[in-house]
């Protein structure tokens, strides 16, 4: 009785243990596959690597789309800049990207959405849901920048782009810095970083930065109107601050840093919220948080992605902001359930439906 307990006690384990082998196996296998088949990279596998500035460089070799030199850009279109190089793939474009791409160009049906990129540019033939409902606006463009080609005649011409960000400690970020002042030095119009959700027009005005606290400007939505006096003298002097100060190690020193360095000079002021459409010679600083209408809630990006929060609030900021900044680089690890009750999931439902509908359960 004893010894036959045993063994029906010793084939049990044994089944439980291969069980758990064949289970480990299986979830191995799986978790190898974490990527659709359907869209698995079939080039080159350095386009996995998304470190700029190496790919710069590389020929573009997908003619469909075309380099920003050859493309007629129109007065007040807006600009997005995506410096990163993964673009061998589906162009690596997030869910929230889209959505910032959608709600811009449902907000400004009679301007151009110019999305540039200094990395090769690759369309799928059967691009990812979500990208594919951006490209169906007529309104959004995405276009290569030849990096050479692009900064030649301009003040960036012997400053050495690819080798000095490619000794930036934040070379992605340091690159869109210079690469959306030097835009703007070429064709004004509006630059906006890719993590807003547009609410409203953002050029019903010409000429204008947002303050992010009483002491500094930030660049992540910027326009200048070239064909005015202060726009085409503040572009230039954007460009020429940052390049300048250039300073590979300090994160917000090149962008940002060398703008509030402009509008004080600019202004005669220190203080953002001192500084009036008057004393700014006709350039417009809107007032840091909490009024601003980019950034109500100033850092505190958890906002957008809790359910316990003052909906009251909420409303208020959504009627009275033009733009609301989600602060990608902190918030993007945040996942969020479609339909659930947090402002971001409210203001994506709203402002970018296209994008919104294709999100399965989780982005
Ligand atoms: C840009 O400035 C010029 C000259 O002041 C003006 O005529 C034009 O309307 C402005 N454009 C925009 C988009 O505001």
Request: positive net charge; hydrophobic residues 35%.
């Amino acid at each position: 009785m004893f010894y036959r307990f045993n063994s029906v006690y010793r084939a049990l384990i044994l089944v439980f243990v291969m069980f758990c082998l064949f289970f480990y196996m299986f979830a191995n296998i799986k978790l190898g596959h974490v990527k659709p088949k359907k869209h698995r990279v079939s080039r080159d596998k350095g386009y996995q690597n998304s470190r700029a500035p190496w790919c710069y460089k590389l020929p573009q070799e997908d003619d469909e789309v075309l380099d920003i030199s050859d493309y007629p850009v129109k007065p007040n279109s807006i600009f997005f800049v995506e410096t990163s190089c993964r673009h061998g793939n589906n162009l690596g474009l997030t869910v929230r990207q889209a959505c910032t791409y959608e709600s811009t160009a449902r907000a400004h049906p009679n301007s151009e959405i110019l999305i540039l990129f200094p990395a090769p540019v690759f369309l799928d033939a059967d691009p990812l849901p979500h990208i594919r409902e951006v490209l169906s606006f007529p309104n959004v463009k995405l276009l290569r920048v030849n990096v050479e080609r692009y900064l030649k005649d301009t003040p960036l011409e012997n400053f050495d782009f690819v080798t000095k960000m490619g000794r930036s400690k934040f070379s992605m970020s340091h690159a869109s810095d210079y690469l959306r002042f030097v835009t703007l030095w070429k064709y004004g119009g509006t630059y906006l970083d890719s993590d807003f959700i547009v609410i409203r027009p953002l050029n019903s005005i010409d000429n204008f930065i947002a303050a992010e606290d009483e002491n500094r400007v930030n660049v992540a939505v910027l326009n200048v109107n070239i064909s005015s006096e202060i726009g085409k003298y503040a572009a230039e002097e954007f460009l020429k601050e940052s390049i300048r100060r250039f300073n590979p190690r300090e994160w917000a020193e090149n962008g940002p840093g060398s703008a509030t360095r402009v509008i004080k000079r600019i202004c005669k002021e220190t203080r953002t919220r001192r500084m009036t459409r008057e004393k700014c010679k006709g350039f417009t600083v809107y007032t840091p948080p909490p009024e601003s209408p980019f950034y109500p809630t100033a850092l505190k990006w958890r906002f957008f992605f809790n359910e316990w929060v003052d909906w009251k609030y909420f409303d208020k900021i959504k009627r009275e902001s033009i733009a609301l900044h989600m602060l990608g680089h902190l918030s993007d690890t945040k996942r969020i359930k479609k339909g659930a009750r947090k402002p971001y999931d409210i203001l994506a439902r709203e402002f970018c439906p296209k994008v919104y509908a294709t999100i399965k359960k989780y982005y």
